[in-house]
């Protein structure tokens, strides 16, 4: 299965570019990554998602590596309503089935 | 507007007493899908439908049930609840299979089961 490993939490301080990495090593040629986030309890928030190239968007920036064994996602300008728990997720090879992992607990402080 | 539907939002119901959740799209979806959620587990899948009829388990299947009747709706059906079964679920949906659309979440439904 394609999984994928983030760390458990991060701070990043009001107006400086948050960086979350996550590594997705068994990930196949043609799986996508997606980046997701949940503020408390409410359903999960599609932030980006890429295959290949690196990918821009009015919420984030996502980085894959050219082995595309991992990746970044950077929010620019964090702000505190970006505190929030981050999803790395690749669907598994060959079905429709979508692996969250645990994430990573993003903290903005002021 | 654009958006998934839960209901209820809330549910506290007793051991073996049959109930379902309603989840309803409006985007014309054919993917839907089921989570379950539980501290330090994370979203956990546990059926999907790539279109009408169509239906395939998840990671953790056992002790739901689901329907795909009409593209809109995709209930979740717990025949016989359980207080393992106590958590907060969400139903997502996108257009086409999940891997290349982004998937649209409801704002879930918290169950207790005593």
């Known amino acids: 299965d394609a999984k994928t490993t983030q760390p458990t939490s991060m701070d990043c301080a009001e107006g400086r570019a948050a960086n979350l990495p996550c590594n997705h090593s068994?990930?196949?040629?043609?799986?996508?990554v997606y980046w997701y986030r949940q503020i408390h309890s409410q359903g999960p928030q599609y932030i980006i998602h890429g295959l290949k190239n690196n990918e821009t968007n009015e919420m984030a920036s996502l980085i894959i590596t050219e082995d595309r064994k991992s990746s970044t996602l950077i929010l620019p300008h964090a702000t505190l309503r970006d505190t929030a728990v981050y999803y790395c997720?690749?669907?598994?090879?060959?079905?429709?089935?979508?692996?969250f992992g645990t994430g990573t607990r993003l903290q903005v402080f002021p | 507007e654009a958006q998934v539907t839960q209901n209820p939002r809330y549910l506290i119901t007793v051991t073996g007493k049959k109930l379902t959740v309603t989840c309803s799209q409006n985007m014309n979806h054919e993917y839907m899908s089921w989570y379950r959620q539980d501290p330090g587990l994370g979203l956990r899948q546990i059926y999907y439908?790539?279109?009408?009829?169509?239906?395939d388990k998840g990671d953790v299947p056992e002790g739901y049930k689901v329907s795909r009747k009409e593209k809109r709706n995709f209930p979740l059906i717990l025949e016989s609840p359980s207080p393992n079964q106590t958590s907060l679920y969400f139903c997502?949906?996108?257009?086409?299979?999940?891997?290349?659309?982004?998937?649209?979440f409801g704002n879930g439904t918290r169950l207790t089961v005593t």
């Open positions: 997720i690749v669907r598994v090879a060959n079905t429709d089935k979508l692996i």
């Open positions: 068994t990930i196949s040629g043609n799986e996508y």
């Open positions: 439908s790539m279109n009408v009829e169509v239906t």
């Open positions: 997502a949906s996108s257009w086409g299979g999940a891997y290349n659309s982004p998937l649209h």
